[in-house]
């Protein structure tokens, strides 16, 4: 990987929850970091200037990653601001909850448009443009384990992250790139709470031996041990974050 003071990473969807979360801690562990973000461009700004504010690089850059123009545009971007791309953390995702029978052409389209084809259109540019020694770190969920009822949609894209990521880090033997997954359990974000009543939140929380969700910074920690030194020899797998879910 390039040298400490100039190692660049992208994080899809980082404006808020998860993805703000892991640009803020990529930065404070050198990197430079895009914010990439479609809607809400208050908030990755505001994520830039506090992260500029404690002494690191940040860039807040607007691309729907379903997009394939967008995401080559976003890489352009990076590599013009910083010189080059080591890390993509894969963030970007919509969670809409429906029984099967109950889901529209309209859910599942969107679902597989932002959660399936956002990750290809990325995975693309990544493989082509990652420096080496770099990173790409993909975002699926427990829930492909767990196979709750009304998360059927979701977690088939994210079955597809997972698939698409074992294959990628196949296909780039001889670059020295490594091709992970994070997969959190129930983590306190909005993009889970919402629409969920105060006892079907404690249930969730009770699934974890240790008693409670997760936090944005616990996933956050799991995705800076795979972007760091420590992490060069995890290539293909897909980390749990889940705190004992399954």
């Avoid at 249930?203 to 030194?229: H, I, M, Q, Y």
Wanted: a positive charge; aromatic letters at 6%.
């Amino acid at each position: 990987m390039s040298t400490p003071q100039n190692r660049t990473a992208i994080v899809t969807g980082a404006s808020r929850g998860i993805g703000a979360a892991v640009a803020q801690r990529l930065a404070r562990d050198g990197f430079n970091v895009v914010i990439n973000f479609a809607g809400g461009a208050g908030e990755a700004e505001s994520l830039a200037s506090r992260i500029q504010s404690a002494g690191g690089r940040a860039l807040p850059v607007r691309a729907d990653v379903s997009d394939p123009v967008a995401v080559r545009a976003l890489f352009d971007a990076a590599a013009a601001a910083y010189g080059g791309i080591d890390v993509v953390v894969n963030n970007a995702g919509i969670m809409q909850l429906a029984r099967i029978a109950d889901a529209t052409d309209e859910m599942f389209d969107r679902h597989v448009a932002v959660n399936l084809k956002g990750v290809f259109n990325c995975l693309r540019e990544a493989a082509q443009r990652v420096r080496s020694g770099g990173r790409i770190i993909n975002f699926s969920s427990s829930m492909v384990g767990l196979r709750q009822p009304t998360y059927g949609i979701y977690s088939a894209t994210k079955a597809g992250v997972e698939a698409m990521t074992h294959i990628l880090s196949k296909e780039l033997r001889g670059r020295n790139v490594t091709v992970n997954v994070v997969a959190p359990g129930p983590t306190a974000t909005d993009l889970f709470l919402d629409g969920k009543s105060q006892q079907a939140i404690d249930t969730f929380a009770k699934l974890s031996p240790l008693e409670r969700l997760g936090t944005p910074a616990d996933v956050a920690n799991t995705v800076a041990f795979l972007a760091g030194p420590d992490g060069s020899w995890i290539n293909g797998q897909v980390l749990r974050a889940n705190g004992g879910v399954i």
